[in-house]
Every structure is written in structure tokens, then in C-alpha cells.
């Protein structure tokens, strides 16, 4: 059972546009949401996250949305540069104290073109 | 470097033999968890750990068993091998729940 989906495998933009990365979520209860991006033969690395009593959460380029009762949220890159190009995760936090766990999504491969 | 350590990188091995990977989280850092990922899976929740004690259990098979020592670096074992077990391994750390650091994974290749 996917809690947390990343339909899209993969995600192709120009240099200088935007970029939506969108993931969608099943569990009601899931109070963080968080994006991960990772380079080949890299360890993911946390990029920006969002808590569940807000919609929006801006640092630099990076936006995500979140949109609680669609049960989904976005990532916005703006303006999108070559360098973004890599595989971003989608990931879900339900706060059960020591317990907690990220449940994240497949997700999906950005190429930026120059 | 985030912090993590993982070794080794890259590991192959035989079907039906056992391995152990090896994780050293940041330092204060009192929660380890383990990840696999395979082809088109994302990151699968294995197990997590918290200061020698295991929290949470994921989709983790009975051939692997993992354990965090009183140093808090923690070790995954997997035994008797079979070719999808093929696939990348990863730990992360944290403080927080949420704020997850992961190291730069194990790559195991079972031929």
C-alpha cells in the first residue's frame, strides 16, 4: 500500500522555466510533509519541508504546497537550473514521537535543459 | 560529507550467502534507520532504531535483522541472499523525527 505516490517517474524542463513536481498522499494523519533530492551514488538530502497547519513554505527557489484536503502537495522550482537535475523524493512524517518514520514516494527524475 | 558514514559502498555477493552493512550516524545523532532501494521502489522503510533500542519495524524480511550498538553505529545483516535483495541500502540519522540525514548508501549486487 502506497501512502505516499509520485505518479509521474519522471519530469523534463527547460532551462529557466518552472518546474512542478507534485506528490499526492492517502493517510489523513500525516502532519509533516518533506522533499528530498538526490544526486547519482549520493545519499538523499533534505531540501525543504512544510507542517501540516500550513499551505505554503518558500526558501529561495523552492516552493511546496500543500493542499490538505485534495490530500497533495507540490514542489516549485523557479526559476529551474541545470543543476536541479535529479531524482526528488516525496516524503510523509506521522509524529508518533521516538517512533516516527518518513514513508516516502518512488520519486521522480527532473531533467533541466540548458 | 553529510555526516553518515556507510560501508562499504559497494558490495557483491553470492545467492544463499550473508552479508553486513555498516552504519555510523552523526555524531548526537540517537535514531538510525534503514532504507532499501530497489529499482522503481522508491526508499522502503526497513527498520529504525533508537539509542540501542528497535522503535518501528517496516517492510523488512525475516532474512535481515539489523541492531545499534552502544556506540549508537548500527548494522544491517542480510542472509541467505536472493537476487532481488539487489538493490541500494540506505541509513539516515536524526534528532528530530522528521529531520532525517542520510549517508551515501551501500550498493549490493547479489550474482
Known amino acids: 500500500d502506497q501512502q505516499v505516490k509520485q505518479n509521474s517517474p519522471s519530469l523534463s524542463v527547460q532551462e529557466g522555466r518552472i518546474s512542478i513536481l507534485n506528490c499526492d498522499y492517502t493517510?489523513?494523519?500525516?502532519?509533516?510533509f518533506l522533499w528530498y533530492k538526490k544526486y547519482p551514488a549520493e545519499g538523499p538530502t533534505f531540501l525543504i519541508s512544510?507542517?501540516?497547519?500550513?499551505d505554503k513554505n518558500e526558501d529561495g527557489r523552492f516552493t511546496v504546497f500543500l493542499n490538505k484536503s485534495a490530500k497533495h502537495l507540490s514542489l516549485h522550482i523557479v526559476p529551474s537550473q541545470p543543476g536541479d537535475s535529479a531524482v526528488y523524493f516525496c516524503?510523509?512524517?506521522?509524529?508518533?514521537?521516538?517512533?516516527?518514520?518518513?514513508?516516502f514516494g518512488k520519486g521522480i527524475t527532473l531533467s533541466v535543459r540548458p | 560529507d553529510s555526516g553518515v558514514t556507510q560501508t562499504p559502498k559497494h558490495l557483491i555477493t553470492a545467492t544463499g550467502q550473508r552479508v553486513t552493512l555498516r552504519c555510523s550516524p552523526r555524531s548526537g545523532d540517537l535514531s538510525v534507520y534503514w532504507y532499501q532501494q530497489s529499482l522503481d521502489q522508491g526508499l522502503q522503510f526497513l527498520i529504525q532504531?533508537?539509542?540501542?533500542?528497535?522503535?518501528a519495524k517496516g517492510n523488512i524480511l525475516e532474512r535481515f535483522s539489523a541492531q545499534q550498538f552502544p556506540d549508537l553505529h548500527s548494522e544491517l545483516n542480510l542472509s541467505s541472499l536472493e537476487l532481488g535483495d539487489s538493490a541500494l541500502y540506505f541509513c539516515a540519522s536524526s534528532v528530530t523525527p522528521w529531520g532525517y540525514t542520510f549517508g551515501s548508501g551501500t550498493r549490493l549486487t547479489v550474482v
Open positions: 516524503a510523509a512524517s506521522l509524529y508518533t514521537g521516538a517512533n516516527s518514520k518518513l514513508t
Open positions: 493517510n489523513s494523519m500525516f502532519d509533516y
Open positions: 532504531y533508537y539509542n540501542g533500542e528497535e522503535r
Open positions: 512544510i507542517s501540516s497547519i500550513k
